[in-house]
């Protein structure tokens, strides 16, 4: 199986998988918050309602954005995972500000939450459903780096603490500690809206197509200059479309060499890169190093 294949893959599973498991969480924290009136169950449900959009939302862009190249898009459709990431952002954003209101509202009237062991029993089924999807997340990630699975990773690691605060909140109230349910849900709208602006600020990143860490950029320059026959590189650049790095760079090359051995060496240059960066897709450009000279001098 191809690296490309097996990456459309992992990718569909992964999307699929936070599909199913944000269906299964609203149903079971709507009926828990339905039979129990707790702000911090509702916090969850919302949280949850807002998985399943943002869940759906980045089925469709990863779909999208395994698509080719084509006339039109001759990077790729990579950044439709981006575009959902910066709308998943949004979405939780908006739910947050949901639940500091209701949390709020609740402070100003106090009320007893009612049948906590069947929410507290919803809550432990969450925990353990968002680690199970958050092991294969983290593969997916590893194995393919894309923006739209890390953003929806980061949202359920989040709901980790989400989920874990929500129980315990829940637990308390079932002492008759009733106002800490209100506390807890403000404490995590504060969490989840920090959870936004993490996921829009790496989104945004690559929408403006920030360059690779400087490191990454070194050791790809490092790579080229060890190329037999290579006497120097420069102007290295790099973007992010998908789960695709765009890289392009000049090589300093002699000026006596034919255009085929120049070519030849470009290419070794450029497989060099691309075997240690297996996502990189490499555009060498040879210099006559009288060239670079005569620029520089």
């Known amino acids: 199986m191809s690296t490309s294949t097996e990456h459309a893959r992992l990718l569909r599973l992964a999307t699929r998988a936070s599909v199913g498991v944000a269906s299964i ?17 509702l916090a969850g449900l919302t949280d949850s309602l807002l998985d399943g959009v943002t869940s759906l939302l980045n089925l469709l862009a990863v779909h999208y954005a ?69 092991i294969l997340q983290h593969r997916v990630i590893r194995e393919t780096g894309s923006n739209a699975v890390r953003a ?36 995590i709208a504060a969490y989840i809206l920090w959870s936004a602006i993490q996921i829009a600020r790496e989104s945004f990143a690559v929408l403006m197509d920030e360059e690779l860490p400087a490191e990454v950029s070194q050791h790809m320059l490092e790579l080229a200059r060890g190329v037999p026959g290579v006497l120097g590189a420069h102007d290295l650049r ?3 479309s998908g789960n695709h790095w765009f890289v392009q760079l000049h090589l300093e090359l ?21 075997q240690a960066y297996p996502r990189a897709e490499v555009l060498v450009h040879a210099d006559p190093l009288e060239v670079v000279t005569g620029n520089k001098a």
Request: hydrophobic fraction near 55%; glycine fraction near 8%; charge should be negative.
């Open 152 to 187: 929806d990773s980061l949202h359920y690691r989040s709901d980790l603490l989400l989920n874990g605060s929500i129980l315990l909140a829940l637990v308390l109230a079932a002492f008759g500690l009733h106002q800490v349910d209100a506390w807890f849900g403000l404490g």
């Open 238 to 240: 790099t973007r992010i």
């Open 25 to 41: 969480l609203i149903i079971g924290k709507a009926v828990a918050w339905w039979f129990s009136g707790s702000v911090s169950m």
């Open 66 to 134: 395994l698509r080719p190249a084509d006339d039109d898009h001759r990077y790729g459709h990579g950044k439709a995972e981006s575009l959902a990431g910066m709308a998943q952002a949004l979405f939780i954003a908006g739910s947050a500000v949901l639940i500091a209101f209701q949390a709020y509202q609740r402070l100003q009237h106090p009320e007893p939450v009612g049948a906590p062991w069947l929410s507290i029993a919803v809550i432990v089924l969450s925990l353990a459903l968002t680690v199970a999807l958050l």
């Open 254 to 274: 002699p000026g006596e060499l034919s255009l085929s051995v120049a070519h030849g060496i470009s290419d070794q240059a450029a497989d060099a890169i691309h």
